[in-house]
Nanobody
Framework: QVQLVESGGGSVPAGGSLTRSCAAS????????EGWFRQVPGKAREVVGA????????LYADFVDGRFTISRNNARNTAYLQMNNLDPEDTAVYYC?????????????????????WGKGTLVTVSS
């Protein structure tokens, strides 16, 4: 059974940094694309970015604008989301997600239901 366990959420002041981790189990981690998504209450879940299983360049949404870095450690079955220079508009529940394969594009990830497995999500609050 695929499981994704997230850690590293919390509260930071504007301009601060946070690192989220997503520990995976129950699947061949290196064969899966690992994605990060976020959701503001009352709004649709949106893709933050994804690191694909193929080694292709990591994908980022436009709003990331160079502030976030997604990485993975296949030996540790863990994906990471490093967030720098956070803004209050980044306040949201952040989720990691996984799906077998590596042929995703940013466009396909906009349909969040392409990801079959999800973590529970953790609130990140950025105060002004």
């Amino acid at each position: 059974q695929v499981q994704l366990v997230e850690s590293g959420g919390g509260s930071v002041p504007a301009g601060g940094s946070l690192t989220r981790s997503c520990a995976a189990s129950g699947h061949s981690f290196r064969s899966y694309t690992e994605g990060w998504f976020r959701q503001v209450p009352g709004k649709a879940r949106e893709v933050v970015g994804a690191i694909r299983s193929t080694g292709a360049p990591t994908l980022y949404a436009d709003f990331v604008d160079g502030r976030f870095t997604i990485s993975r450690n296949n030996a540790r079955n863990t994906a990471y989301l490093q967030m720098n220079n956070l803004d209050p508009e980044d306040t949201a529940v952040y989720y990691c997600a996984a799906q077998l394969g590596g042929s995703f594009t940013l466009a396909t990830l906009q349909r969040v239901d392409v990801m079959g497995y999800w973590g529970k999500g953790t609130l990140v609050t950025v105060s002004s």
